[in-house]
Nanobody, 125 residues
Framework: QLQLVESGGGLVQPGGSLRLSCAAS????????IGWFRQAPGRDREGIIC????????YYADSVKDRFTIFRDNAKNTVYLQMNSLKPEDTAVYYC??????????????????WGQGTQVTVSS
């Protein structure tokens, strides 16, 4: 019954913006570390942003730093990924994930037990 659902993907031109949402059901996201990952065709899944559950600290991969940000809306039990200044290389399926405890680093895929189904983001002119 624990479920994450991503939404908000679509087609945008380079330089545009999108806001992805990750809505939780069956648990309260505020108790979990949240990570955003993406997977481009033929490539491994990449951790790009994560948000700690204990101190609110954030991690940004170099590829998205200064362009993407993560934030919560506790009333909606939802976490958002705001993506600005999008580039064609940002094209990927984007996933959110939740972890009750993080053992090593929140950017690592193996830390997470709960995953959304993914939403496609395509950046193209």
């Amino acid at each position: 019954q624990l479920q994450l659902v991503e939404s908000g993907g679509g087609l945008v031109q380079p330089g545009g913006s999108l806001r992805l949402s990750c809505a939780a059901s069956g648990f309260t996201l505020d108790y979990y570390a949240i990570g955003w990952f993406r997977q481009a065709p033929g490539r491994d899944r990449e951790g790009i942003i994560c948000l700690s559950s204990n101190d609110g600290s954030k991690y940004y991969a170099d590829s998205v730093k200064d362009r993407f940000t993560i934030f919560r809306d506790n009333a909606k039990n939802t976490v958002y990924l705001q993506m600005n200044s999008l580039k064609p290389e940002d094209t990927a399926v984007y996933y959110c994930a939740a972890a009750l405890t993080v053992q090593v680093a929140c950017v690592l895929e193996r830390e997470y037990n709960y995953w959304g189904q993914g939403t496609q983001v395509t950046v193209s002119s």
